[in-house]
């Protein structure tokens, strides 16, 4: 049972352009969203999150947009840098029922052409 | 500041030998969280701590697997009689709280890679 799903294995895009990482999530209970970069032999490192009172947070180039009728949500990089090229986690945590373990997806390789 | 650290990096045992995989969470971060990831796959939560009270161990796949926090800092995960299947890359996270907004977010280690001979 997938509860967090990344469709896309990989983007390519171009630098200067905007990238669009998308995910599903299928528990109701889900309330607060954490978006991972991780690059190869490190750990994931947390980029930005949003909980779900909201529908927008912005930090810098990044912005998390959620969708909570939809249960989707999606990171917006604007403008696109090669250095942006790393696997891009989503996941989410149900605070009140599961405290907070995260359940993540199985990622986005991001590819950002120079 | 220093983040999450583990030891050992790599680790490579003979099936049906014990390991103990070893985390030092950030300096005064409350909760710490083992996660398994499979190749290609994102972590998967096996069990987590607040202090040395252990919260929820739930995702620990059987009881070969087991996870101690004695003095509420350095945490162990020990398989036991290790399998095949236990390869994986295990990771552990830190955050300051336990809960509400930023202070819940985790921050993790670099892992360690477990190969099961």
């Known amino acids: 049972d997938q509860q967090v799903k990344q469709n896309s294995p990989s983007l390519s895009v171009q630098e200067g352009r905007i990238s669009i990482l998308n995910c599903d999530y299928t528990?109701?209970?889900?309330?607060?969203f954490l978006w991972y970069k991780k690059y190869p032999a490190e750990g994931p490192t947390f980029l930005i999150s949003?909980?779900?009172?909201?529908d927008k947070n912005e930090d810098g180039r990044f912005t998390v947009f959620l969708n909570k009728s939809a249960k989707h949500l999606s990171l917006h990089i604007v403008p696109s840098q090669p250095g942006d090229s790393a696997v891009y986690f989503c996941a989410a945590s149900a605070r009140e029922t599961s405290g907070s373990r995260l359940t993540f997806g199985e990622g986005t390789q991001l590819t950002v052409n120079p | 500041g220093a983040g999450v650290s583990q030891s050992p990096r790599y680790k490579v045992t003979k099936r049906g030998q014990d390991v103990a995989l070893r985390c030092d969470p950030i300096?005064?971060?409350?909760?710490l969280y083992w996660y398994r990831q499979a190749l290609g796959q994102g972590p998967e939560f096996l069990t987590y701590?607040?202090?040395?009270?252990?919260?929820?161990k739930s995702g620990l796949p059987n009881d070969r697997f087991s996870a101690e926090r004695p003095e509420g800092s350095i945490s162990t995960l020990t398989i036991q009689r290790t399998e095949q299947r236990d390869s994986a890359m295990y990771r552990c996270?830190?955050?300051?709280?336990?809960?509400?907004?930023?202070?819940?977010?985790?921050?993790f280690g670099p892992g360690t890679r477990l190969l099961v001979l």
């Open positions: 996270a830190s955050s300051w709280a336990p809960s509400s907004g930023r202070a819940a977010t985790q921050y």
């Open positions: 300096s005064g971060h409350v909760s």
């Open positions: 528990n109701s209970m889900f309330d607060y």
């Open positions: 949003i909980s779900s009172i909201k």
């Open positions: 701590f607040n202090y040395e009270a252990q919260q929820d």
